[in-house]
């Protein structure tokens, strides 16, 4: 009798997955159509135990549906990992210590074929790898947003001076361990920036990014492009809700349909191959106009989403693709 294949995720508690729309599940849920054993942990599961890694405790997803998924843990105690074919790491940032350390003890073992790899993720943040396709001639300066990251509020000052001409529509202050359109905030002008720079951060150790604000957010939205295997996999556009800059639907943005400029398609494609050299599996690229604002490569979502505005399944094709060998 064959042995059953199986795929490990990790990802956090499979109690806070919103089952309509979650990326995670559209991939659980190919995986069991193609006869895996699905299995769910958390990063805090996932152990070194004398030259191996073991899971301390695992859900096995039995099935899914649009409204409901049917689970149940798994009886016994240190699990192997080695015994799976694949593991996904589809947990949600803030890339902290704890995202850290599951990603040096993933990367401890090279049998478990792991999508995205433990080492890209800790050698590439997803708010600054487009500057490395810059370093690498993939993207011209112009498809990049003007970005200062920093704590030193003295460095701020001095890019806002220096660059004043790209800040005409406004000021964009974020986290740089920042997720999900969080602490998003928009400024009209400098001196508001700095009174809440001033008032928020001071004697904090938390780097900030500042960015100019791009208005063809409100009028052409941010878009979400899916690449999987050095392949443009689907996308749409979000759109930020009334009042807000934040287009993320974490946030209460909208997603339409919009078809991609051959510009677009070209830019995207350009980096779907060079994440692919990288070893980078799946990648939401988040675009507005012509440039990359970020490539998010710890839990790329949207596969759901695109799923809903047209009913077309294209997790298949991404699990096909990264699960390629």
């Not at 009798?1 to 490990?8: G, P, Y």
């Not at 073992?109 to 943040?125: I, M, R, T």
């Not at 009174?195 to 052409?220: C, H, R």
Request: aromatic share 10%.
């Amino acid at each position: 009798m064959a042995i059953q294949k199986k795929v490990l995720i990790v990802a956090d508690s499979i109690k806070k997955v919103k089952v309509l729309s979650d990326s995670s599940l559209a991939l659980a849920q190919i995986a069991l159509e193609n006869e895996f054993a699905v299995h769910w942990c958390e990063s805090h599961h996932v152990n070194f135990y004398s030259n191996s890694i073991i899971l301390n405790k695992l859900i096995a997803i039995q099935s899914i549906s649009k409204n409901e998924i049917k689970y149940e843990e798994v009886l016994g105690r240190n699990f192997q990992f080695s015994e799976y074919q694949y593991c996904f790491i589809r947990k949600d940032p803030p890339f902290d210590e704890e995202y850290k350390d599951l990603c040096w003890i993933l990367a401890s073992q090279s049998k478990v074929k792991v999508l995205n790899p433990p080492e890209a993720l800790l050698s590439y943040h997803e708010k600054a790898l487009q500057w490395r396709a810059f370093s690498e001639g993939i993207l011209t300066e112009n498809n990049l947003i003007p970005t200062c990251v920093t704590m030193d509020l003295n460095v701020i000052e001095n890019f806002c001076s220096q660059y004043f001409e790209l800040f005409e529509n406004g000021f964009i202050c974020k986290p740089w361990l920042g997720h999900g359109g969080e602490s998003v905030e928009f400024f009209k002008d400098k001196s508001s920036l700095f009174d809440f720079v001033n008032k928020k951060y001071s004697g904090e150790k938390e780097k900030l990014m500042i960015q100019p604000f791009l208005k063809e957010i409100y009028t052409e939205g941010d878009r979400r492009v899916i690449v999987a295997g050095g392949e443009i996999i689907c996308d749409f556009i979000r759109l930020p809700p009334q009042g807000k800059v934040a287009s993320n639907l974490a946030q209460g943005g909208s997603a339409v349909l919009r078809e991609m400029t051959s510009e677009q398609k070209a830019l995207c494609q350009k980096i779907a191959l060079f994440l692919k050299e990288k070893n980078i599996y799946l990648a939401g690229l988040d675009v507005i106009g012509n440039r990359i604002g970020e490539i998010n490569i710890t839990s790329p979502t949207g596969l759901r989403t695109y799923e809903m505005l047209t009913g077309q399944n294209t997790a298949r094709k991404a699990f096909q693709l990264m699960t390629m060998n």
